[in-house]
C-alpha cells in the first residue's frame, strides 16, 4: 500500500512539474513582442499639432528608437544629425535627444528623393492637376473624368479640413480611410484622365538635364516614384527593425503616407517579431 502511495505521488509531482514547465513556456511564448509604433504627423504647426504635441507623444511612449522621414543627407556618418529644419518632428527630436539622450534616430526616406526628382522632371506634379481643373472649368472633360475630377476635389477638400484637428483625429481610422480613397484617385483615377486626354501628350516640360518630356509622360513618372518612395520606406523601417529586434520603435511619418505604411507593415510582424501599433 505504502509503495502504491509512493507510487502516486512520485506521478503527481511529476505532473505538477510537467505543468509548470508547460505554463511557463506558455508565458514566455506570450511575452509582448516589442513595438513598433507609426505616427502620422503634419511637417508644420497648425491650431493643434505644434512640435511640443509631437514631443508629448515620444515623452509618454519612450522609444528607443526614432525613425524619421529624412534621408542620410540630414545625418552624418555616426548618425548625428548634419542639418535640421524648423518641422514639427525635427524641433520635436532635437527636444527629446537633449532629454533622452540614449534615444536613437535613424533615417527612412528614399535617398536622394529631391534629386531624383529633379532629374526625372517630376518636382512639378501640380502642372497636370491644374491642367485637369482648367480643362473642367472650360467644360471640355469627358463625363467620366468630370466625375473622376470631382471626387478628387471632393476627397481633397475633405482632407484640407482637417487643418485643425488634434494629432489623435489626423491619426484616426477614418482619416485613413479618407486618405486611403483620396491616394487611389491622385495615383489611379487621376491617371486614368491624363492617358485618356490627348491633351496631356501634347503639353511638354523640361526637365533638370533639358530633356523635354510630355505631362502624361510627367504624371506616370511621378506617380510611381511615390509608389516607389512608399515601397523604399517600408524597405527602411524593417532593415531598422532587423538591426534592432528587441528595441522600441516609433516612426515618425507625414499622415498621407501611414496607411499605406500600417497596410504593408501588418503582414510584417510575424516574420520580423514585432508588435505594429499606431497612434
Known amino acids: 500500500m ?17 505543468t509548470a514547465l508547460f505554463c511557463n513556456a506558455q508565458t514566455e511564448n506570450k511575452k509582448k513582442k516589442p513595438e513598433l509604433i507609426v505616427i502620422g504627423t503634419v511637417h508644420f504647426p497648425t491650431k493643434n499639432i505644434n512640435a511640443d504635441t509631437i ?24 548618425f548625428t544629425f548634419k542639418k535640421t529644419y524648423d518641422e514639427n518632428e525635427w524641433n520635436a527630436v532635437l527636444k527629446y535627444k537633449a532629454n533622452f539622450k540614449n534615444t536613437l534616430f535613424r533615417p527612412i ?61 489626423i491619426n484616426s ?13 491622385q495615383y489611379q483615377k487621376i491617371n486614368e484622365i491624363v492617358d485618356e486626354n490627348s491633351e496631356f501628350a501634347k503639353l511638354k516640360i523640361k ?7 510630355s505631362f502624361r509622360e510627367l504624371y506616370k513618372r511621378y506617380c510611381y516614384f511615390e509608389t516607389l518612395r512608399n515601397r523604399t520606406i517600408i524597405d527602411n523601417i524593417l532593415k531598422w527593425k532587423t538591426q534592432y529586434p528587441d528595441k522600441k520603435i516609433v516612426v515618425l511619418i507625414g499622415f498621407y503616407h501611414k496607411y499605406f505604411l500600417v497596410n504593408e507593415l501588418k503582414w510584417k510582424q510575424k516574420e ?4 505594429l501599433k499606431e497612434f
Open 55 to 78: 514631443y508629448k507623444v515620444l515623452e509618454n511612449l519612450k522609444p528607443d528608437i526614432v525613425l524619421m522621414e529624412s534621408d542620410m543627407t540630414n545625418f552624418n556618418s555616426d
Open 173 to 185: 481610422i477614418a482619416t485613413s480611410n479618407l486618405v486611403n480613397e483620396r491616394q487611389f484617385y
Open 2 to 18: 505504502k509503495s502504491k502511495l509512493f507510487f502516486i505521488n512520485r506521478l503527481l509531482l511529476i505532473t505538477f512539474c510537467l
Open 207 to 213: 526637365t533638370a538635364t533639358k530633356d523635354a518630356i
Open 109 to 169: 526616406e528614399f535617398e536622394g528623393r529631391n534629386d531624383y526628382r529633379k532629374q526625372n522632371g517630376i518636382q512639378n506634379s501640380d502642372a497636370v492637376v491644374n491642367e485637369i481643373n482648367t480643362l473642367d472649368s472650360l467644360n471640355t472633360l469627358s463625363i467620366k473624368h468630370k466625375k473622376i475630377w470631382n471626387r478628387f476635389v471632393d476627397l481633397s477638400n475633405s482632407l484640407n479640413e482637417l487643418d485643425n484637428s488634434s494629432l489623435i483625429e
Open 272 to 275: 520580423y517579431n514585432f508588435e
